[in-house]
């Protein structure tokens, strides 16, 4: 896998607004938000897309959801609710090839997406 924008900010090489970290994942804020809350958690070991997860990836999986509803928890909003998404490749509209979860809040979601 080439050295994403994602894989920078896991090593510090560039900023990010970290807000959660633990030894697997990492997660800051969206640079560009669509949501009053943006939040993109990402595993610290590089999985590019969706469609490269394999069983030995599940539990890994795991922890970055569960990660995402721990911290949505934490902030208090997890009871209005909120939106996890996972792009995967064109049609999903995915830029950035390293695996990423994003977590909008903060206002009532769409549905469907456009
Ligand atoms: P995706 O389109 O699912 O691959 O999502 C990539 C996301 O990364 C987009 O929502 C971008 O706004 C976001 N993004 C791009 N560069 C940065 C950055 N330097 N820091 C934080 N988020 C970024």
Redo the contacts with the bound molecule.
């Keep these: 896998m080439s050295d994403t924008?994602?894989a920078k900010?896991i090593r510090r090489d560039?900023?990010?607004?970290i807000v959660y970290e633990d030894d697997e994942v990492l997660a800051?804020?969206?640079?560009?938000?669509?949501a009053p809350v943006?939040v993109?958690f990402v595993p610290k070991r590089p999985i590019a897309t969706l469609n490269d997860v394999g069983e030995a990836d599940a539990a890994l999986l795991g922890k970055l959801v569960l990660a995402a509803a721990r911290w949505a928890k934490q902030q208090g909003f997890a009871e209005r609710g909120y939106r996890c998404?996972?792009?995967c490749n064109r049609d999903?509209?995915?830029?950035?090839?390293h695996l990423?979860l994003?977590l909008l809040a903060g206002r009532a979601m769409q549905w469907p997406p456009g």
């Design positions: 924008l994602f900010i560039i900023p990010a607004d800051f804020r969206d640079i560009n938000p669509q943006h993109l998404v996972l792009n999903g509209g995915q830029t950035v090839f990423h994003h």
